[in-house]
């Protein structure tokens, strides 16, 4: 579907001008580049010799950082533990000037820590340090006040849930419905272990298998699809359903019966990491900025297409969004 310039002028100028709210589990990515030379003497397995560290926002410290690459304000609310990983973390917030205001320490969590081995380009190993038991009804209670505090502005909630134990069933059933009654956006990152507490959202962004192991079918043809999201739809009365499918793009269904695909512009895909949550900064922002939900739609596409051909967890800044939209719809009004 194409966009007209009009529309990307519009919308795109209106993007940095809202808050967001990212709730989630938040964690710190870190890689570690080298190369391999020989096989270990002490088991078969390659020897990575480090000559590069880096450490990045990754989880929903992740999202929140696409939505401030973007030039919206995200409010970022979550639970790290009180450590080093936490005071490498904050200074990263710091860095890309997202807040920790919101952040709750908890000294009987770790911050999560995920770490990736990489020679020559290729992901050898990932090792996870991190706590994954539920957050206490006190910290529920926690989240939901700052929740409260900040609702008459913002104009949008993401949920990223990584399956860590801060997004809970009971957590889900006082927000979701407390957003509908303050009329404020919903949109969430699911986990498919999670997904039918998800009930009533404005949308939600699983990728093709999660979608179809939620639904209890998997994804072969297009026949399938409309099954899996009808399936969905029907069961979380939510508005909307955004399902990514790898290099077939993306597509939008709607409670109405309405759905649009959308082919993937991606040149090359070099590295998914973190994509999932460009799709849904980027969607949540361009909506927050009048766009209709096929509108942000094909943003978050074109977003997409973006970060999958860079290395490592990546954000899109709004003058190079701006530039492939416009790139890609030159010829659509």
């Known amino acids: 579907m194409p966009i007209k310039i009009d529309r990307i002028d519009k919308i795109t100028g209106n993007i940095g001008k809202a808050r967001i709210l ?8 870190e890689y570690l580049h080298g190369v391999v030379s020989r096989i270990s003497p002490e088991a078969p397995v390659p020897v990575v010799e480090i000559n590069n560290e880096q450490i990045r926002l990754g989880g929903a410290a992740n999202v929140a950082n ?9 409010l970022l609310v979550g639970v790290i533990g009180e450590d080093d990983a936490a005071i490498k973390l904050s200074q990263l917030l710091k860095e890309r000037d997202i807040s920790r205001e919101y952040l709750i320490d908890d000294r009987e969590r770790r911050t999560t820590i995920k770490t990736r081995i ?7 190993v990932r090792a996870d340090r991190e706590d994954t038991f539920e957050i206490s009804s006190e910290t529920e209670r926690q989240i939901l006040n700052r929740l409260q505090a900040v609702a008459e502005g913002i104009a949008a909630v993401i949920i990223s849930d990584y399956g860590k134990g801060v997004i809970t069933a009971s957590l889900l059933q006082k927000l979701i419905p407390f957003c509908r009654e303050k009329n404020i956006f919903v949109a969430v990152d699911p986990k498919e272990t999670h997904f039918f507490n998800y009930k009533g959202v404005s949308v939600i962004t699983p990728n093709h298998h999660e979608a179809g192991f939620a639904a ?3 994804i072969k043809t297009d026949d399938d699809l409309k099954n899996v999201a009808q399936t969905l739809l029907d069961k979380l009365k939510a508005d909307s359903l955004l399902i990514t499918r790898g290099e077939k793009g993306m597509s939008l269904y709607r409670a109405n019966g309405e759905a649009d695909h959308f082919p993937t512009v991606a040149k090359k895909v070099y590295d998914v990491t973190g994509a999932g949550d460009t799709v849904i900064s980027s969607f949540v922002a361009a909506v927050a900025a009048g766009a209709s939900l096929k509108e ?7 977003a997409a297409g973006i970060v999958v051909g860079e290395l490592g967890t990546a954000t899109v800044a709004l003058p190079k969004l701006v530039e492939e939209l416009k790139r890609n719809f030159a010829n659509g009004g």
Request: charged share 20%.
């Open 22 to 29: 990212i709730l989630g589990d938040i964690m710190l990515d």
């Open 66 to 74: 696409n939505i401030r690459a973007l030039g919206d304000e995200p």
């Open 118 to 124: 990489i020679a020559h380009s290729q992901q050898v």
């Open 216 to 218: 209890g079918k998997r």
């Open 296 to 302: 942000a739609a094909v943003i978050s596409n074109c």
